[in-house]
């Protein structure tokens, strides 16, 4: 099992909109599907992967989800030991299949982080990191909130 690990920023992005307001005109690539992601291209050599292969992210998602969860009442609940709890969750692991190697940044963001971007689309991370949620925030119902 590959296991190196490298250090990157996610950066999670609109294609359509972004093309709609012409932020980044050159960017070449097309929205990204649900688990997809684009990589860049010196660390996919680093870790000798490349478009097709998938990757695991481990990402301290534990702020974020503590803040949906403070935020969500189930359906017909007002009762606090119903929500979802909060948890001190640090890593959250979720896989992303490299869809596009890029090295270079279109002017979505600073030149100086081309070789630590990863860049996934906006609009299918919430649903999709509902997929991977640690217990205890791995309930159907916060996974469909997301």
Request: proline share 6%.
């Amino acid at each position: 099992m590959f296991t190196t690990k490298y250090r990157s920023n996610l950066m999670l992005i609109d294609t359509m909109r972004e093309r709609e307001i012409h932020v980044g005109r050159l960017y070449p690539y097309q929205a990204q599907e649900m688990g997809e992601c684009i990589m860049p291209s010196q660390q996919a050599a680093v870790m000798g992967v490349g478009v097709g292969d998938i990757i695991y992210a481990e990402m301290d998602m534990g702020k974020l989800i503590n803040t949906l969860g403070y935020h969500y009442v189930p359906e017909g609940s007002m009762d606090p030991l119903e929500m979802v709890p909060v948890v001190d969750m640090n890593l959250t692991r979720i896989p992303c299949k490299i869809s596009a190697l890029n090295k270079e940044s279109y002017g979505k963001f600073g030149t100086d982080a081309v070789d630590s971007t990863l860049i996934m689309e906006y609009r299918n991370f919430l649903p999709f990191l509902g997929k991977y949620l640690p217990s205890p925030m791995n309930r159907t119902d916060f996974a469909a909130y997301l």
